[in-house]
């Protein structure tokens, strides 16, 4: 069972990017995926959350607006689409995965990560 985002790189300010997060080994529509990411120097923060009923959590009042979340069940992948990139969205991203029989966007119940893939915006 592995986990693997993929999509970062290097953006201006402004710009837009959208992250993926695939699965091997298990079928990521039946779970809840979340987002998280850590800039340098600072603890990792979780950024929106999928559930396997497809319901959207975000974890925090400011990401709503540029981060959007979506499935693809053909491909096994979640998507992260970050809009209108600020200098501030600079960090590596990471995907997780909770799959235990009582699911949340909890970060603690993440028993699955993906190794994550980094976001550098330049102003």
């Known amino acids: 069972v592995q986990l693997q985002a993929s999509g970062g790189g290097l953006v201006q300010a402004g710009g837009s990017l959208r992250l993926s997060c695939a699965g091997s080994?298990?079928?990521?529509?039946?779970?809840?995926i979340g987002w998280f990411r850590q800039a340098p120097g600072k603890e990792r923060e979780g950024v929106i959350c999928?559930?396997?009923?497809?319901?959207?959590?975000y974890y925090a009042d400011s990401m709503k607006g540029r981060f959007t979340i979506s499935r693809d069940s053909a491909q096994n992948t979640v998507y992260l689409q970050i809009d209108s990139l600020k200098p501030e969205d600079t960090a590596v991203y990471y995907c997780?995965?909770?799959?235990?029989?009582?699911?949340?966007?909890?970060?603690?119940?993440?028993?699955?990560w993906g190794k994550g893939t980094l976001v550098t915006v330049s102003s």
């Open positions: 999928i559930s396997s009923r497809g319901r959207i959590t």
């Open positions: 080994g298990f079928t990521l529509y039946y779970y809840t």
């Open positions: 997780a995965a909770d799959t235990s029989v009582v699911p949340s966007c909890n970060s603690y119940g993440m028993n699955y």
